[in-house]
């Protein structure tokens, strides 16, 4: 049984702020807590309202990494020092236009103290050819590079991420997978599922197909082809929309085609157990990403976890494993074609077999990207060796 550990993690963005990486910190710190760790959650202050995190201790900074919030912080781990330093690392979330290479400089000068362990949910802007993306390309590089050279362990929501990693001065360790679990828990009540399913499809008949997101522009761009294309096949047809941004993307949506206003349906921004049941009164969940999909992607995980047959695209940094998996269906690239023929035939599976892919979803996702087995890895005192450590799968 592991020793309880003191954990002193870093984020640019926690509750009530919301957001995939205040989300998961939330999650990882209640769980890293429930196995009996000591938790303290260092993050800027914010506006609005009061994290509630059970068993952890929320210390807000009084600015955004900045040099108050930094000798904060200094003082605090010096009266309590951590054994671990986990930093939830996002460069754009750490203040300064994303360019905050003092708080690189920062931690990179606190490895002589503590063990300095880093998640990359992102590692850097793209270069471009605008003046302002070359610096901040550059700057996010940097800090990069400065912060690896502090790190004892490198973690990567996706294994794409190595590449650039090794660009920015990964040589000497591996980074380990440690993919991002769903919020949306896998609790629900049929008589909502029910009552969902009654409201969108009136007649008691018809399929459903769902969205589940934030609808931005780089998403809808594949989405709204995707969904014209799959109602113009098919008349039985209804689509759910929801998440932020679902109600304007709705509007924008049928402003060609008012007909589809009576089969197109908006929820709107949705609480974890609504969305819950939203994800299973549909029979099949349609999520096209750009760069595909990846592990750290958390409306995949939310279909995966809630046994939803789920169809979407590969990319660039696509792992390998969901190719062979066989609990998704997947167009071989962000293709408004190919995603709706993949959703149709999905679509024409029997109902058994459909409720199959969907059951094989949820096995994968419990086995392998579920919270437990986040603090599972994380509380695991020997780093993977070698190559970025792959995910075994059934």
């Known amino acids: 049984m592991n020793e309880p550990t003191r954990w002193a993690i870093l984020t640019g963005e926690f509750p009530p702020q919301s957001g995939g990486v205040a989300d998961y910190t939330s999650q990882l710190a209640a769980g890293l807590a429930a196995a009996g760790d000591d938790v303290r959650v260092y993050a800027p202050v914010y506006a609005t309202g009061i994290a509630e995190c059970r068993g952890v201790c929320v210390v807000r900074l009084c600015d955004h990494f900045g040099p108050r919030g930094l000798a904060l912080l200094d003082r605090a781990l010096a009266l309590d020092p951590p054994d671990r330093m986990l930093i939830q690392y996002v460069p754009h979330a750490f203040g300064m236009k994303a360019m905050n290479l003092p ?212 990319g660039h940094l696509t792992e390998p494993f969901w190719a062979m998996c066989g609990c998704i269906a997947m167009a071989p690239k962000p293709d408004p074609d190919g995603i709706a023929a993949a959703t149709s035939a999905v679509l024409a599976l029997p109902s058994a077999d459909r409720r199959s892919l969907g059951a094989r979803a949820a096995d994968l996702y419990r086995s392998q990207f579920s919270v437990e087995r986040v603090i599972e890895r994380l509380r695991n005192p020997s780093p993977a060796t070698g190559k970025t450590r792959r995910l075994g799968y059934a």
Do not use: Y
Not at 281 to 295: N, Q, R, W
């Open 103 to 314: 708080f690189a400089v920062w931690i990179a000068a606190r490895a002589r103290r503590h063990a300095v362990w880093l998640m990359f949910h992102e590692v850097a802007f793209p270069f471009g050819w605008r003046p302002k993306h070359i610096a901040l390309a550059t700057a996010h590089r940097a800090m990069a590079r400065l912060v690896l050279a502090a790190a004892q362990r490198v973690f990567v929501t996706v294994p794409g991420w190595t590449a650039i990693l090794r660009h920015c001065g990964l040589r000497d360790k591996s980074a380990e997978w440690l993919p991002v679990p769903s919020n949306v828990p896998a609790l629900f009540n049929d008589a909502e599922v029910e009552a969902i399913r009654a409201r969108v499809l009136p007649s008691g008949t018809g399929r459903l197909v769902g969205h589940f997101g934030t609808f931005g522009k780089p998403i809808t761009d594949i989405l709204e082809p995707v969904l014209a294309r799959l109602l113009r096949g098919d008349p039985s047809l209804s689509v759910l929309l929801f998440g932020r941004g679902s109600q304007a993307f709705l509007d924008r949506f049928v402003a060609a085609m008012p007909d589809w206003r009576t089969r197109v349906v908006a929820a709107g921004e949705l609480e974890p157990q609504s969305v819950a049941a939203h994800i299973r009164a549909c029979e099949v969940m349609v999520l096209p990403f750009p760069d595909g999909v990846s592990s750290r992607r958390t409306t995949a995980m939310a279909a995966l976890s809630n046994g939803t047959a789920l169809v979407s695209n590969g």
